[in-house]
């Protein structure tokens, strides 16, 4: 991936600072990372993680400081024999196939006077994308929700203007200093020689174009900020903290011929009173008492979906833990259910009056020469000591 521009891909500057590469990075891999794509077509899910793999490579040299200075000095994080590009040029750059100068060209061009400058047209820059936060209960995240209605501030084109940033048609020039390139070449001398470096055009901003008669509701700039309502379908199986994302929703580009950004949705699952969920799988205690754990009982226990019978065996345990298959949440990706897990807790009685006390008084006499698995070890381990 040595031809490739690495700050491009991560959307930053080349003198950006570590925090600001590392902060690209991150908004990036929350974009392209896999679980966004899991409903996505497989052609989409396929481009999506490309973008991933590109996205995490050029992180991984540019966070590193040998290699980010390699590269920046050579064009490959590998040194001044990495360069993969064809040409004369001994640092790798090589040419383009519309042949312009790549990015290493475009920095160390001709070493000395008389260099050629870079013609490397201006890339469209597409719009941000923007994150918002849906709050969900615990049954709208296993369920699903349709049409769930999402209201957000995004960039949006100016509907006055058109995206002009003007109010007269020929308002728009092409701007004298780039010639609608967007941007200039710097010369400087170095112990190279002179080199020739590019800049965001001074006069235009970087844009390729002037504006006269400015536009009074975006102030020349083409783009507005609105509020923005959207109703979405929320799949069943969501989980806190995942993200869906909603491709074109975002804010509008800073520059003609760019794409909308994305939307995107993470999630926030309010707890529940009672279940606990653990991907999938549900779990939750179920209270019992010493007489329906010692004889068996048949019990009604909750799901997410209304209440079933379970039998709870003789002789159950405190801390047993009983499954019940499918019962718990869909799976995101497929047609299938986690199961529930139901944690039997023994409740003692408390404050018993004399009849009770008595009552239990009997049943512990009667039950002296019970089975006590328990006990029965403890006591062994006892006579050891």
């Given at each position: ?348 009685p408390k404050n018993l009056n004399r009849k009770q006390r008595e009552a ?26």
């Amino acid at each position: 991936m040595a031809d490739k521009d690495y700050y491009s891909i991560l959307g930053v500057n080349k003198d950006a600072s570590a925090d600001d590469i590392k902060s690209a990075y991150r908004r990036l891999a929350k974009k392209y990372h896999p679980d966004v794509y899991a409903t996505a077509p497989e052609a989409e899910k396929k481009q999506a993680e490309e973008k991933f793999k590109e996205i995490q490579h050029a992180y991984d040299v540019l966070s590193d400081p040998q290699k980010k200075a390699a590269y920046d000095q050579y064009g490959s994080e590998d040194g001044p024999m990495g360069g993969g590009g064809s040409g004369f040029n001994p640092f790798g750059g090589g040419f383009s196939g519309n042949g312009d100068f790549d990015f290493v060209s475009d920095i160390f061009n001709m070493f000395t006077g008389g260099g050629r400058s870079s013609s490397r047209a201006r890339k469209n820059v597409d719009g941000d994308d923007v994150e918002v936060v849906v709050n969900l209960t615990f049954k709208e995240a296993c369920f699903g929700v349709k049409d769930r209605e999402v209201t957000y501030m995004r960039v949006e084109q100016c509907s006055t203007c058109k995206g002009t940033g003007s109010t007269n048609p020929n308002g728009v020039k092409v701007c004298t200093k780039c010639r609608g390139s967007g941007v200039i070449n710097v010369q400087s001398r170095s112990f190279l020689g002179m080199m020739t470096t590019q800049r965001p055009c001074d006069v235009c901003g970087g844009r390729g174009k002037t504006v006269t008669d400015k536009c009074k509701d975006c102030g020349g700039k083409g783009i507005v900020r609105k509020q923005r309502k959207i109703k979405i379908n929320i799949p069943a199986g969501v989980d806190n903290n995942q993200m869906m994302t909603i491709r074109g929703e975002g804010c509008a580009p800073s520059e003609p011929g760019g794409s909308y950004g994305n939307l995107i949705l993470v999630f926030r699952v309010a707890p529940h009173s009672l279940f606990v969920r653990e991907g999938k799988d549900i779990s939750f205690e179920y209270p019992i008492t010493i007489m329906q754990a010692a004889l068996g009982a048949r019990v009604t226990i909750p799901t997410l979906n209304g209440t079933t019978q379970i039998d709870i065996p003789e002789g159950t345990q405190h801390g047993t833990v009983l499954r019940i298959k499918d019962k718990g949440v869909k799976d995101l990706r497929k047609n299938s259910y986690g199961d529930m897990y139901v944690h039997i807790v023994i409740d003692v009685p408390k404050n018993l009056n004399r009849k009770q006390r008595e009552a239990m008084q009997q049943a512990q006499d009667a039950l002296q020469k019970a089975t006590y698995d328990k006990i029965e070890k403890f006591n062994r381990s006892m006579r050891d000591l």
